[in-house]
Nanobody, 115 residues
């Protein structure tokens, strides 16, 4: 059984920064990749960034610049640094891992940006 727990969300003023963290636990032997997604109210879940076990980062085009993903396979953690937040960043942020070809998701952490 694999579990993911996100933390670090909250209410922040526009222009501020947040660092989201995700810790994986359970029977994890080989993480292929880790990632962050978000889902705003009334919208579909969208990719922010992924990082492979080799440390290769990939960002969605619209997310380049303000978002930085980092991960530690040994510690089974993945983090997301978000700078210069704006109200359009308000969403539930989810972490994700690919383990033996299967995707696992956390419950999400709410990020709310006030103007």
């Amino acid at each position: 059984q694999v579990q993911l727990v996100e933390s670090g969300g909250g209410l922040v003023q526009a222009g501020g920064s947040l660092r989201l963290s995700c810790a994986a636990s359970g029977s994890i032997f080989d993480i292929n990749a880790m990632g962050w997604y978000r889902q705003a109210p009334g919208k579909q879940r969208e990719l922010i960034a992924t990082i492979t076990s080799a440390g290769i980062r990939n960002y969605a085009d619209s997310m380049k610049g303000r978002f930085t993903i980092s991960g530690d396979n040994a510690k089974k953690t993945v983090n997301l640094q978000i700078n210069n937040l704006n109200p359009e960043d308000t969403a539930v942020y989810f972490c994700n891992i690919i383990h033996f070809g299967r995707a696992y998701w956390g419950q999400g952490t709410q990020v709310t940006v006030s103007s």
